[in-house]
């Protein structure tokens, strides 16, 4: 008997207004949605080529030194169904010495113009829980409310017939006429996704997208009860519907924005602009520090750098400068670069406390977003596609636990203390100033009193010293090193389990008690519905 | 006898369920949502005061210790939370809010990370302009969607229109009713914030506070006006209700979800501009070239010494290379500005969006206030540059060799930080306001009289029975 109320309605259904403009909305929005998804990932996949190609350069250097090795995310294929916070977080990290990874950048290279950032974008999932709620919604409003309307409830009711197989057969109408739609949906976007020629799921991505569909299975019942409930305790349809309408923009348009409004307000960050400012301090600190020892290092015969260049966190090359100046850079890196991996450490305690309080203030915004069905829905599906803040704070701890194991490579090597750290000119070559003045002028000024008087014969003038080139002086004439015992970041993604025992236990799991309860409810209300 | 209809159809309206229902939730929102701001205006301000200090406190420590650094070194210009945030946020936090700038020149804008918080999702605040837009317009829709079809259905319409009334003054009449009983939630929750506002002396209520609230109000009666008119079309369409319901959803959707979040999709794809690595490939094929042609010397680094002739050329290619990087990203900037104009011009059909623009004149937000900073930090930039240069030309110990990147040969001298002249950001004028919105509201006029017109030419020709 199930079975034929069931059928009834579902025929019922798929004769009807709603169905057609139902499928109509999601065959027009779902092939959209994706292809600006697969789009998007394409534009991203493209930023990552790029990105990578340099990240594979940070590796062609001449001094270790001038080793920050970089690591670039590839794009995460299952951003196309849900892309949570990728869009907000960069994708590449370079490792330095004298900061822990914070945050990953480039971001903006996603969006060329930032000026559309002002502009935000849905995704499959977004879709699926818009659509689908309110579809779910609009098939269940009138379950009881109509048949009541047009006296079929009382016809139905007058034969041998236990309420609750009516409203078996009429949950089971709607779900069959729903998940025709909802698979449909599927089917589409799987045959978009396997037409665009960039992309290849694994078999990870599979599974994780067959969970996903059963979870928007279990998003769509907790709907269809909601509206039965609301249908069993109104009398008019009209009323139901508007009941229903008010819900839905209240779980799917009000909770989300409400829940992270509310959360910026009660619960305070830092602003990070003010945050760079303390950081700026410790920066300072850590230079009068090594300015303070310099003082104490012996004085080089000539402090003379020749060919030399030099960049942040301590990155330097140098090369044809005289023995005791090398000696003096070696001492001085021996020192600072210890000292600058320590100062990371000291910014990594303001910074970590920064990071807890913007998780603090996420975790705020996710309780009071569980109250909506699809604020829940869409968190599962983030997890379930490895773009949600768990996902992408795993990788930035693997980039951090990478960063210890780089630099515990160059302690164990004791490359700190090397000259290789800062020249790739062998020590054997070294010369003293006297002798480099001495070759490069071709012997017109024997040491650096002599120059001192030419130069100030010639205005200052540098002139002279470049008359001979030592060959071997300049770091451009040597190879890169080779880095082969260098430890290399590898990428993995996720296994199908990953991040996913935490999100099954609680929020699925509360998906589904929700809609047992709705269920009850709305079946106690049916039985003691006035069918007059 | 339009007035008859339009006190019928209010009192139908103000008792039914679904204004005690809308009534409930648009006064609950506009509460929670000033009480959040108040609590967040707060914390903002006094973040940003703390910034403002601290930078104020190292350009001091620059200007008296050496001037020609206070020239070359880079400084961004993020722009002050805005008060009356409550009205509209302009999605300001997703704008670019942070402007680069040296006294040579300024350099580009970016989206700051500021105060927000990357593991959120990206979201609306529940300012007013959210309220009007999302809930009204989705309650204006539940008000005008059965006004016809469901008055069909009843069979009240046959009756009504058995009358000698002209069908022109039926419509007229209901579409007006449907605008004033949301027009009276506006209102209420409205006043309730203002009080709040007002009451809790976090924000000063100004003056010109008041008068951008009723500019707020015209605005909310035009786009009201606008869905009413969408709605009351979605009913005079279908002859059921259910169906004009559906119809009227399905609108709703399409101008609340699916305009605004499609438009990146058309801005990619038909207004589309070069990627940023093709840009900073260009540049850095020209800075080669420049470097490549530049007469020898010009990179030798840095002695002490300010007079060497060494510096004067460094200076001049350095000069060269600013000059040509900044030509490039000025045409590129330009380039970004089309785009969003014209993608923001294809989102007009959706009134949500067309609202949304109007309030950033408004409150004097959003593009408009970012154009605006734009040009202004351009003009202060010169100012600021003419200001090194005089004081440049004083000091005899500097051989005044303009280097954009390098303070060594410019002057060296302290400079009373008082003197140095500082950008601080007008607000909009009220003809730049104007301007800005005169064009949105012929469209928006356009909008509501066309589909207006349509509804009624529709419903001349309804069937009753």
């Known amino acids: 008997m199930i079975w034929k109320i069931a059928k009834k309605e579902f025929l019922l259904n798929l004769v009807s207004a709603r169905f057609i403009i139902g499928f109509l909305l999601c065959l027009f929005l779902i092939p959209f949605t994706v292809t600006v998804n697969i789009d998007d990932y394409d534009s991203r996949m493209r930023v990552y080529r790029v990105d990578k190609a340099n990240a594979e350069n940070s590796f062609k250097v001449r001094v270790y030194s001038q080793l920050r090795p970089e690591i670039v995310k590839p794009p995460e294929p299952l951003s196309i169904f849900c892309q949570g916070i990728s869009g907000n977080v960069g994708n590449r990290v370079k490792i330095w010495l004298g900061d822990k990874p914070l945050f990953a950048t480039g971001k903006a290279a996603i969006r060329d113009n930032p000026l559309l950032n002002s502009f935000f974008s849905i995704d499959f999932v977004g879709i699926i829980a818009i659509v689908m709620s309110l579809l779910a919604l609009i098939f269940t409003y009138d379950a009881c409310t109509r048949e009541k309307e047009n006296g079929t409830l009382k016809l139905l009711l007058s034969n041998s017939l236990s309420r609750y197989k009516i409203l078996l057969g009429k949950v089971l109408g709607v779900y069959l006429t729903l998940l025709p739609i909802v698979l449909f949906c599927y089917i589409l976007s799987f045959i978009l996704i396997l037409n665009s020629p960039n992309i290849s799921f694994s078999a990870s991505d599979w599974g994780r997208i067959i969970l996903l569909f059963f979870v928007s299975l279990l998003y769509f019942t907790v709907f269809i009860f909601i509206g039965l409930l609301i249908s069993a305790r109104l009398k008019s349809s009209i009323t139901s519907i508007i009941v229903c309408l008010f819900f839905w923009v209240f779980f799917v348009f ?187 002028t071709g012997g017109e000024c024997k040491n650096l009193k002599e120059l001192g008087e030419w130069m100030n014969a010639h205005g200052g003038s540098w002139g002279i010293i470049r008359k001979v080139q030592i060959p071997g002086t300049h770091y451009n004439e040597y190879p890169f090193l080779d880095l082969s015992d260098v430890p290399v970041f590898r990428w993995q993604s996720e296994n199908i389990f990953a991040g996913l025992k935490q999100v099954f236990l609680k929020k699925v799991a509360g998906l589904i008690i929700v809609s047992i309860i709705f269920f009850y409810l709305s079946f106690l209300s049916f039985l003691r519905y006035d069918v007059r | 006898m339009i007035k008859t209809i339009i006190i019928k159809e209010l009192q139908n309206n103000l008792y039914s369920l679904r204004f005690h229902i809308s009534f409930l939730l648009c006064i609950v929102i506009f509460v929670v949502g000033t009480i959040a701001f ?171 506070m008041l008068m951008e609230t009723l500019a707020f109000l015209l605005l909310v009666f035009l786009f009201l006006s606008c869905t009413a008119a969408i709605g009351t079309l979605s009913s005079v369409i279908a002859h059921k209700s259910n169906i004009s319901l559906l119809l009227s959803l399905t609108f709703w959707l399409v101008f609340v979800v699916i305009v605004p979040n499609t438009a990146i999709f058309w801005a990619n794809k038909v207004f589309s501009i070069e990627h940023a690595d093709t840009i900073g490939r260009k540049i850095n094929t020209a800075d080669q070239e420049l470097r490549r042609n530049a007469p020898e010397g010009s990179n030798t680094s840095s002695s002490g010494f300010p007079f060497l002739p060494e510096h004067k050329l460094r200076a001049e290619l350095t000069m060269k290379r600013m000059n040509s990087e900044m030509a490039i990203r000025n045409s590129y900037f330009q380039d970004m500005f089309r785009q969003l104009e014209s993608t923001r011009l294809v989102s007009l059909i959706s009134p949500i969006a067309l609202f949304d623009y109007m309030n950033e004149a408004v409150v004097g937000g959003g593009y408009a206030r970012f154009k605006k900073v734009w040009t202004d930090l351009h003009g202060y930039q ?67 009289a066309a589909v207006f017109s349509l509804t009624f030419v529709l419903f001349l020709r309804y069937d009753v029975r």
């Open chain 1, 254 to 440: 009000i909770v989300p924005n409400l829940a992270v409004y509310m959360a910026e307000s009660w619960k305070k960050v830092q602003s990070y602009d003010n945050l760079q400012y303390v950081l700026q301090d410790l920066g300072k600190e850590f230079n009068s520090k090594c300015d303070e020892y310099a003082k104490t290092l012996e004085a080089p015969d000539w402090w003379n750098n020749m060919n030399h260049e030099w960049d942040s966190d301590g990155r330097r090359i140098m090369s044809g400068s005289s023995k005791s100046r090398f000696e003096w850079w070696r001492k001085f890196h021996e020192f600072s670069e210890p000292l600058r991996i320590d100062y990371a450490d000291k910014k990594w305690n303001l910074q970590k406390a920064y990071l807890d309080s913007l998780n603090e203030q996420r975790n705020f915004a996710e309780m009071i977003s569980l109250i909506s069905p699809s604020e829940v829905f869409r968190l599962i599906s983030a997890s379930l596609c490895c773009t949600d803040v768990a996902s992408h704070c795993r990788f930035m701890d693997r980039t951090r636990r990478y960063r210890d194991e780089f630099i515990d490579f160059f302690r164990d090597r004791k490359i700190f203390s090397s000259f290789l750290y800062i020249t790739p000119q062998p020590p054997e070559t070294f010369m003293t100033a006297d002798e480099i003045i001495s070759t490069r």
């Open chain 2, 382 to 448: 010169a100012q600021f540059l003419q200001f090194l240069k005089t004081i440049d030309a004083e000091d005899p110990d500097s051989p005044h060799w303009y280097n954009p990147w390098e303070d060594l040969s410019t002057t060296k001298k302290p400079v009373a930080f008082e003197q140095v002249p500082l950008f601080e950001e007008k607000p909009l004028s009220l003809a730049a306001r104007f301007s800005f919105l005169k064009n949105y509201l012929v469209v928006i006029i356009f909008y509501i």
């Open chain 2, 38 to 208: 108040l609590k967040k205006q707060d914390a903002k301000m006094q973040e940003y005061s703390k910034y403002r200090a601290e930078f104020k406190n190292q350009l001091r420590q620059t200007a008296e210790s050496n001037a020609g650094k206070l020239a070359v070194n880079k400084r961004a210009f993020i722009w002050r939370p805005r008060a009356n945030d409550f009205i509209s946020d302009c999605k300001e936090k997703y704008f670019p809010n942070r402007f680069n700038y040296s006294a040579y020149n300024v350099f580009g804008f970016e989206v700051g990370r500021g105060g927000t918080n990357p593991f959120l999702s990206t979201f609306q605040e529940l300012n007013w302009s959210f309220i009007v837009s999302v809930v009204l317009s989705f309650t204006v829709l539940l008000f005008t969607f059965d006004t016809i079809s469901g008055e069909k259905e009843t069979g009240a319409l046959a009756l009504v229109l058995s009358n000698s009334i002209p069908r022109a003054k039926v419509l007229l009449g209901k579409y007006i009713s449907a605008i004033i009983t949301t027009m009276v939630m506006a209102i209420f929750g409205i006043v309730l914030s203002i009080l709040i506002v007002i009451f809790s002396r976090k924000v000063d209520f100004t003056s010109a």
